[in-house]
């Protein structure tokens, strides 16, 4: 079974950075899409970032020159770095496996203050 556990969310001043982390259990790792979402109070979940097997990435227009995902294959982890944080990017943060199936984290907050 697929397991997904974010870690890194917190509360942060705008302009300050986060880095998120995503660590990846029960699947072959290497070979999957990744991907961030976001969820904010009474908004729809909306795709972040995605990073496919090869380390192609994908952002949001809303994130593209301050976000950056990564991945370490050899600790089946997936990063999602945050610099110039701005109060909309307040949200739950989800990590997202493609593999066999699609699996999503438990979540992680970001709180950012204006």
């Known amino acids: 079974q697929v397991q997904l556990v974010e870690s890194g969310g917190g509360l942060v001043q705008a302009g300050g950075s986060l880095r998120l982390s995503c660590a990846a259990s029960?699947?072959?790792?290497?070979?999957?899409?990744m991907g961030w979402y976001r969820q904010a109070p009474g908004k729809q979940r909306e795709l972040v970032a995605t990073i496919t097997s090869g380390g192609t990435t994908n952002y949001a227009d809303s994130v593209k020159g301050r976000f950056t995902i990564s991945r370490d294959n050899a600790k089946n982890t997936v990063y999602l770095q945050m610099n110039s944080l701005k109060p909309e990017d307040t949200a739950v943060y989800y990590c997202?496996?493609?593999?066999?199936?699609?699996?999503w984290g438990q979540g992680t907050q970001v709180t950012v203050s204006s």
């Open positions: 997202k496996n493609w593999g066999m199936g699609a699996y």
């Open positions: 029960g699947t072959i790792f290497r070979l999957n899409v």
